[in-house]
Structures are given as structure tokens and as C-alpha cells.
């Protein structure tokens, strides 16, 4: 836009060194003019504007009022071209001009022409450098911002499984001290009570007995469910796949926190798979996708493997696993297709739970 105003104010100049408007030849030059610059303007070609500033001026010849437009094309030469050069030759045609009779005033416009071409070809060259370093700038942030998510999602991630791992600690602490002392307790209470001879004492044993006992079945449950609540799904199941012959392929796709039902039941499954596909088949690699959906937790194991298993006589491992999902109410489907595949879908409403 501020190329094209520059233009109309060079054409303005140059129609005021004009003697008469109104003739033939002034207006067809002048269509001429819009035309020819037009196009330069358009099509931006170094090789088109100079055929086209050439033929103006060839026609020009014919035509001399043309001649007073002649700076409109000195502004495109001198835009495309080195300026120097163009002040030369601008120089040359003008004393040319001036020995045919043209006014001296068109010596003018050509020179403010070519200040306008130079001041034009800064003013673009300063803006695309503006713009490329807008872009720039622009796509360091969005790296940077990408680049910040990720290390959020690692920091998140550790600090994740940092919680996990200090589950499973407490829970072994647990087990490890105060499990073994209530159970020397109940040990020793229940040895008090086999040769305790006063009468008196038995309530207080047996009251005794009991407390203990509904301690160690409530330090029980509480190691059962911090040792569940430290499994962390997609690390384990990548530790489960270190042990496989095959080359295996995880495709991991889980957002909210997974059931202790379903972590138990998934890692279950695919233990059972790798060992069945390292003993039975001569698969090459598996690939082990797991997903969740609005509605539903899925486990698809797929190896390349050649040998067909024996679908009427499934293994006891098989069985275990079916009667497993069944109790959660999932769905087992088991097929040779191409190589052996387990598919399982868990609802997200669990309708019981596994115990180890």
C-alpha cells in the first residue's frame, strides 16, 4: 500500500510537467502508464520491469508526451535495480530530453522518483526484517513454551513417581517393623493364654487377642493399599516387557488415575502374555497398546508370531485371566490373526477387585 501511494504521488508530479491533458495521446499514454506499472508492481519480476520500462519507452518515442511519464518507470528500475546505475542512465536521458525541447522540471521528478525508490526499498527491506524477526521471536516462544510443558510433565511425572516410591517404602516399613511386632504380640499373647491358669485374666487375654488380631488386619489393609497405590501402570508394564525374547512396541495412552483393580489386572495379563509368547511362540516382536476411553480401560497384546496356539485347550493362565476380568466385569477376546492376540476391556465403574 505504501509502494502504490508513492507511485500516485510520482504520477502527480509527473502530469504536472505536462503542457495539455486533454489530448488523445496523453490519455492512451497514461492508460499505458497505470498499465505497464501496474504490472511491475504486481508481478515484483526484475526482468519484467525492464522489458516493460523499455517498451514505454520505445512507444514513448512515437508518443513523446509518454516521456512525462518516464519517472514512474526510473522509480521501478531504480526499486528492482542497484540505484546508482539508474542515476547514470536517469541523468543521460534527461540531458537527452532537454535537448528535445522537455522542461527542465521532469529532471525533477525523475530525481525525487529514485529518492522515493531508494526510501521505498529501505522502508520494505527494514519491514521484512521487522516481520522475520516478529516470526522469529514468535517461534522461540513457542518453543520455549513447548520446551517449559515438557519439563513441567517430566518435573510432574517425577514427582509422581517419587510419591509412588515413598508409598511402597512406608508400606514396607510398615511391614517390616510394626507387622512383625503386632504379630510377636499375638504370638506371645496367645502363648499368656494357653498357660494362663487364673480364670481372671482369660477375658482380659481374649480381649487382648482380639485387639491385636483387628490391628493386624487393619496394618494388613493398609500395606495392601499403599503397595497398590505405588504401582505406577506405564512403568511397570515397561518392566514387565524388558523381559520379553520378542522386540516390544508400547503405545501408553492413559490420563486419569487408573483402579488398583485394573493396574493389578493389566500387569497380570501381560505377564502372563510375554511368558506364553516366550515359551510357545517364535514371535519376533509384540506390541502392547493400552488406552483409555470415555467409558472403558483396554489391554491389546499382538505378537508376529507364526505358529497358531490351541484355542480349544486354552492354559490354566488363560482360565485365571478370564475368570479375573469376569469378576470385574470386562470383556476377554483371544484370536490368532496374523499372530496370537489378548484384547481386554475393563469398565471404569469396577464391579469387584483383584486381591494379590
Not at 12 to 22: G, P, R
Not at 80 to 106: A, C, D, E, Q, Y
Not at 174 to 202: C, K, V
Not at 326 to 343: H, M, S
Amino acid at each position: 500500500m505504501f509502494t502504490l501511494l508513492i507511485k500516485v504521488l510520482i504520477l502527480a508530479l509527473s502530469i504536472s510537467t505536462v503542457d495539455s491533458v486533454s489530448s488523445v495521446s496523453f490519455l492512451v499514454m497514461l492508460l499505458l502508464t497505470i498499465t505497464f506499472t501496474g504490472l511491475n508492481q504486481y508481478f515484483s519480476n526484475k526482468e519484467l520491469v525492464s522489458a516493460l520500462s523499455g517498451s514505454f519507452l520505445l512507444i514513448s518515442s512515437f508518443l513523446p508526451v509518454g516521456f512525462a511519464f518516464s519517472p514512474l518507470f526510473v522509480f521501478d528500475l531504480a526499486f528492482h535495480f542497484k540505484v546508482v546505475p539508474v542515476v547514470v542512465l536517469t541523468l543521460i536521458f534527461n540531458v537527452f530530453l532537454i535537448s528535445l525541447g522537455r522542461s527542465p522540471l521532469l529532471l525533477f521528478v525523475h530525481l525525487v522518483a529514485i529518492l522515493m525508490a531508494y526510501m521505498t526499498f529501505e522502508i520494505e527491506r527494514l519491514s521484512k526484517t521487522n516481520r522475520n524477526m516478529r516470526d522469529d521471536n514468535f517461534e522461540q516462544k513457542s518453543k520455549l513454551k513447548e520446551q517449559n510443558k515438557v519439563l513441567m510433565d517430566t518435573y510432574d511425572n517425577e514427582v509422581h513417581i517419587a510419591k509412588l516410591q515413598e508409598r511402597s517404602r512406608i508400606a514396607r516399613d510398615i511391614h517390616d517393623n510394626i507387622g512383625h511386632a503386632l504379630s510377636r504380640a499375638l504370638l506371645q499373647t496367645g502363648a499368656l493364654q494357653a498357660t494362663n491358669q487364673d480364670e481372671r485374666l482369660q477375658p482380659q487375654l481374649d480381649n487382648l487377642q482380639i485387639t491385636l488380631t483387628d490391628s493386624m488386619n487393619s496394618i494388613r489393609n493398609s500395606i495392601h493399599d499403599l503397595k497398590d497405590e505405588s504401582i505406577d501402570l506405564e512403568s511397570s508394564i515397561n518392566g514387565i516387557l524388558q523381559g520379553s525374547k520378542t522386540k516390544p512396541h508400547l503405545s501408553y495412552d492413559m490420563t486419569e488415575p487408573v483402579p488398583n483393580a485394573v493396574k493389578n489386572c493389566f500387569l497380570i495379563v501381560l505377564k502372563e502374555a510375554i511368558t506364553n509368547t516366550n515359551k510357545h511362540s517364535n514371535a519376533t516382536k509384540i506390541d502392547v497398546t493400552v488406552a483409555e476411553h470415555p467409558a472403558l480401560f483396554q489391554l491389546l497384546v499382538v505378537d508376529n508370531g507364526t505358529i497358531p496356539p490351541d484355542m480349544e485347550k486354552p492354559g490354566i493362565g488363560l482360565e485365571n485371566i478370564k475368570e479375573r476380568i469376569t469378576e470385574l466385569g470386562g470383556y476377554l477376546r483371544t484370536e490368532y490373526r496374523g499372530g496370537f492376540r489378548i484384547f481386554i476391556t475393563l469398565p471404569k465403574n469396577i464391579r469387584g477387585d483383584v486381591n494379590d
